[in-house]
């Protein structure tokens, strides 16, 4: 037997099977449709964090974006300075949410109707309504002496429990993996004193945990 004929034979075979040709077809669909979603949301600003004003607030957060995220922030606060870095590296990574930030200042309704006390605050909506709020860094710091100190992956695995965004750590297997092919997963850090200024650094994943 020719073994040539075999393999033309047996790629004939693959490509007449319905079931095969339906799970393509299936996937094909699913391709399409992330990227029409991932289309419709970057049109509606999301990929990017956005400063709006007390007027823009209730058309961006009862718009067609399903969740939205917003960071009430004061322009003098270091706090609110290292909230808007991470958010920067989170935006363009997790198109499914839109991020916003508005300065607290100049939204007086708005803080007193969601009776916001601490600044900074991360308001995730979905469909207009709060899903879920993130007061100061509660629970992101990696170690409580240093509660400024912490991972932006610590702030995605907080969004990601909103249902926002999807987000997990890396496992040990997952990690080995990306080891052997060369991939390391980065994130940032951001580190210093009001006094000798901040800056980012970045960090292995790995210590996420």
Avoid at 42 to 56: C, K, S
Avoid at 189 to 201: E, H, K
Wanted: hydrophobic fraction near 30%; include cysteine.
């Amino acid at each position: 037997d020719d073994p040539v004929e075999e393999e033309d034979s047996d790629d004939e075979w693959l490509d007449q099977d319905p079931e095969l040709d339906a799970i393509r077809q299936r996937r094909i669909q699913e391709l399409k449709a992330r990227q029409e979603q991932h289309a419709e949301h970057m049109a509606l600003g999301h990929g990017e964090i956005r400063t709006i004003t007390q007027d823009e607030f209730l058309p961006e957060c009862t718009g067609k974006s399903e969740y939205v995220g917003v960071h009430f922030f004061h322009s003098e606060f270091e706090r609110c300075k290292i909230m808007d870095h991470h958010l920067k590296i989170v935006a363009p990574l997790h198109t499914t949410c839109k991020f916003l930030r508005m300065d607290a200042e100049k939204c007086p309704f708005f803080v007193s109707k969601l009776k916001i006390q601490t600044l900074p605050t991360l308001i995730i909506f979905r469909e207009g309504k709060i899903a879920d709020q993130l007061t100061g860094f509660e629970g992101l710091a990696i170690d409580k002496a240093e509660p400024d100190k912490w991972h932006t992956g610590r702030l995605r695995q907080w969004i990601a429990s909103t249902g926002a965004i999807q987000y997990r750590v890396p496992t040990e297997e997952v990690r080995e993996e990306m080891g052997r092919m060369g991939i390391r997963p980065r994130g940032n850090v951001w580190t210093g004193t009001a006094r000798g200024g901040y800056r980012g650094r970045d960090y292995d994943e790995d210590d996420e945990s």
